[in-house]
């Protein structure tokens, strides 16, 4: 579990936006306390990961090349992206406002209401090392989301589109758009400024 919070930690916390514009990743102490929670969530019975690793000459190399997570969620289940009430460093509850007051604008129960299903696939993140971008694998992974709601009888998997890659790619696997919202206005709900592009930010869900 470690590897995979490490690599987690490294190549998608210190990439990904909301994680960036909240300036947690400038502060040891956010950070550390923040890989704590990380473990936890990733650890959970309702959390699923699942890791790559490079094949070579029929053997699979031990290093992650790529990893995902996703949270169940059941319908009538509490719900909530609240602040955990026991984040200590001031940094850290501004990452869990941001994410609060965005996931807010498209809330997951709001979304299984509206697509009538008793259970969903949340996003926790896709990583990507560094060495391997560029490879299409950020799409394979958006597809093969399909494949593991299939073989787990979940109906749906939804996520924010944060980067403009991860836009294409879940576009491309056949995600779609249920909520759109211009930078300007995110501007406004979060009350930060955010970088040039992308020009709107999408929530997507993929139908099993």
Known sequence: ?????????????????????SGMLQ??????????ILKAKLASLSTFNFICCEERDNKILPNIISCDSMKLIKRGEPFTH???????????KDYFRILRDWNN??????????FDVESYYDDLGTAVHRNYIGFGIV???????????????????GAWMTAIGTEKACAR?????VYEITKEDLEKVLNLKLEDKPSSFKYRVLRA
């Open 27 to 36: 502060y040891k102490e956010a950070v550390d306390e923040y890989r704590d």
């Open 82 to 92: 609240e602040i955990p009430e026991n984040v200590k460093s001031k940094q850290l």
């Open 105 to 114: 604008l498209c809330p997951v129960p709001g979304v299984m209401e509206r």
């Open 139 to 157: 799409y394979h992974i958006a597809a093969l989301r399909r494949k593991v709601c299939q073989a787990h009888g979940v109906p749906m998997a």
């Open 173 to 177: 696997a056949g995600w779609e758009a």
């Open 1 to 21: 579990m470690d590897e995979l919070v490490d690599f987690h930690m490294m190549y998608y916390v210190q990439h990904e936006l909301t994680h960036r514009i």
